[in-house]
């Protein structure tokens, strides 16, 4: 009877159990919206908004630095170059993107369907605060895809 060699790559379910806390997050917040409101009133439910939003930012960094602590040399090289170059990259992608007519226009849909007004109508204090939050979101996530792409592009510059 032989052994399997041990796989040095992360099991998908201890994946999937570490980013559940952030699906949990995002889906008890969302069930529990109109209770809380009603409850606790607009201001206080914008401070709890920040800081399930703040949990779930430390929750993501302590993700992280488990993950950098296996690393080895080479990996955190890897790492390293593709944090300090994805920050930049992935905010000039969105002001790039906020060029685009299409991309404003998708935005702008965005902003009217989940923010409340319809044309025509003032805009109050809590679209311009969903707006900022999207964009907001869009920087991080496309900082999130640069990561992916100077990641690959250090692998591929090493082999």
């Known amino acids: 009877m032989t052994s399997k060699p041990a796989s040095n790559e992360p099991k998908m379910g201890r994946l999937a159990l570490g980013l559940l806390p952030f699906a949990l997050l995002v889906v008890a917040l969302a069930a529990a919206k109109t209770w809380l409101k009603a409850t606790i009133g607009g201001p206080i439910f914008y401070v709890v908004v920040a800081a399930v939003t703040i949990l779930g930012m430390g929750y993501g960094n302590y993700l992280s630095l488990r993950l ?32 685009l007519p299409a991309f404003r226009d998708f935005m702008t849909s965005l902003v009217i369907e989940f923010g409340g007004p319809r044309p025509g109508m003032t805009v109050d204090r809590s679209v311009v605060v969903f707006a900022m939050a999207l964009g907001f979101m869009g920087v991080v996530m496309l900082q999130g895809i640069a990561t992916v792409v100077f990641n690959v592009i250090w692998w591929k510059s090493k082999q």
Request: proline share 3%.
């Open 68 to 99: 950098h602590r296996g690393l080895d040399e080479v990996h955190k090289a890897s790492a390293e170059f593709a944090a300090r170059w994805s920050m930049p990259a992935g905010q000039a992608a969105f002001v790039l993107l906020l060029f």
